[in-house]
């Protein structure tokens, strides 16, 4: 009795012991979780118009060296498909129910689209080292399409499926693959904001230039323009205010330093003849100003300056009027 329990004490331990022992060499049969040599991942991947109709959006990554040789390869994203409504012709801007149209470039210039069939390409050198990594970043440009009437809100827009990666044969970018070493990326989601504003712009002004005058000739008239650019549906008025501050458009051109003598004007609108075209104008109330109803696209308005004694002395005369846009 007592001889076969220790019979049975030593196999048992003897069991625990061949356990023990082959513990490591298991571990050191199993390998290591499989990783690429190179993997690259997206930090942040975005374009912010703000308030305005152009923008620069940024991809940007880090790419990770898992071995100890220096590698080099071509970089790459491909545009995924954009959010609903949009299309690959046609990506759109969404806030609810509401829409605006929208391009992506590959240049600052905007002559370039990016589309979903063109990648953009970069090349990347990685040192040697395990785990050295390189980060960089791919640019592209935005624009908000004019003519529209987007209500002021808060839009935005994605692509989905954009892939960083590496070239393929065929120039498309895939996330994975042996470029004489592995190589793993991934596929991303590339968002757009806009915050679309009621905002009305002066976009061009035009000198109105009496030319020529004999002095002490009587009245003599002239005239410019001006061009003003408000989102569709959006009511303004304008009001023009000399340097004088004369709320009733009246203003003097001055001369050359030292000539004392002054050009009196009135600015008016419609004709020569028409009424005066001064600063009372308000956002509620158009004043002595003009109105009109913004378009989304540039509009023009006469401005006649009318001259009614040239009795100075012989100088060149000038002043300096104010436009004022109130929506």
């Not at 929208?102 to 970069?122: G, H, M, N, P, V």
């Not at 712009?201 to 410019?224: D, E, H, K, Q």
Request: contains cysteine.
């Amino acid at each position: 009795m007592l001889q076969r329990a220790y019979r049975d004490l030593s196999h048992a331990t003897l069991k625990v012991l061949l356990v023990a022992l082959a513990a490591p060499l298991l571990a050191m049969l199993l390998p290591d979780e499989a990783r690429a040599n190179v993997v690259c991942l997206i930090d942040n991947a975005e374009l912010d118009f703000g308030t305005s109709t152009t923008g620069i959006g940024t991809i940007d990554y880090t790419c990770t060296n898992y071995s100890y040789t220096p590698r080099s390869f071509t970089l790459c994203v491909d545009l995924g498909n954009p959010s609903w409504p949009g299309n690959p012709q046609q990506p759109v801007l969404r806030s609810g129910n509401r829409f605006a149209d929208f391009y992506i470039f590959e240049d600052a210039a905007l002559s370039q689209r990016w589309t979903t069939q063109r990648a953009l390409t970069k090349f990347v050198s990685m040192p040697a080292g395990m785990a050295s990594s390189v980060s960089g970043s791919f640019q592209f440009y935005g624009a908000i399409s004019a003519g529209q009437a987007p209500v002021p809100q808060n839009y935005s827009a994605f692509f989905y499926n954009t892939v960083l990666g590496t070239p393929n044969d065929g120039g498309q970018c895939r996330t994975w693959g042996n470029i004489g070493f592995s190589f793993s990326a991934q596929q991303f989601t590339l968002s757009i904001r806009a915050q679309i504003v009621n905002e009305c712009r002066v976009v061009a002004t035009g000198n109105a230039n009496l030319g020529s005058v004999t002095a002490a000739t009587g009245p003599v008239a002239g005239v410019g323009s001006i061009s003003v650019n408000c989102p569709n549906g959006t009511p303004y008025n304008i009001g023009l205010e000399p340097s004088s501050g004369h709320p009733a458009g009246f203003g003097d051109m001055s001369g050359s330093p030292g000539n004392s003598d002054t050009v009196p004007y009135q600015l008016r609108r419609g004709s020569s003849t028409g009424p005066v075209w001064g600063a009372t104008a308000s956002a509620t109330n158009v004043g002595n100003g003009v109105s009109g109803t913004g378009s989304g696209n540039t509009q023009d308005y006469s401005v006649y300056v009318t001259v009614p004694d040239t009795d100075v002395t012989p100088d060149s005369y000038s002043d300096t009027v104010r436009v004022i846009v109130h929506f």
